[in-house]
């Protein structure tokens, strides 16, 4: 082997060597592609999961204000209820007085 030898074989191992260096940017450039385009469409997947759990808790939060607005109404409701019982009661007790002091017993 004298030094033409060694310089073809220089040569080809300089030439391979820009050929897998080519081959390898061009592989780490379609990789980074495919990352990038994967990192998106998980960025849009966890905020299409973000608005969805929004939403959701938008209408547990609207359903609560609901009950808490009937629930208003119910208690509203039960103290008119409570009223006329108390009023009926007050009644009856008048009217077992005025039965008791007159004497007059129906029952």
Not at 20 to 39: A, G, Y
Not at 59 to 80: C, F, K, N
Request: include cysteine; glycine fraction near 6%.
């Amino acid at each position: 082997m004298d030094e033409k030898d060694l310089e073809r074989i220089e040569k080809l191992f300089l030439n391979f060597s820009g050929e897998f260096d080519n081959k390898l940017e061009k592989q780490s450039e379609l990789f980074q592609q495919k990352l990038d385009r994967q990192s998106q469409d998980f960025y849009s997947w966890i905020g299409a999961q973000g608005d969805d759990f929004q939403h959701k808790l938008d209408l547990v939060v609207e359903g609560q204000q609901m009950l808490a607005e009937r629930m208003e109404r119910m208690e509203t409701r039960i103290e008119r209820v409570e009223e006329k019982v108390d009023k009926v009661a007050l009644d009856l007790t008048a009217h077992r007085a005025d039965t008791e002091r007159t004497g007059r017993c129906t029952g």
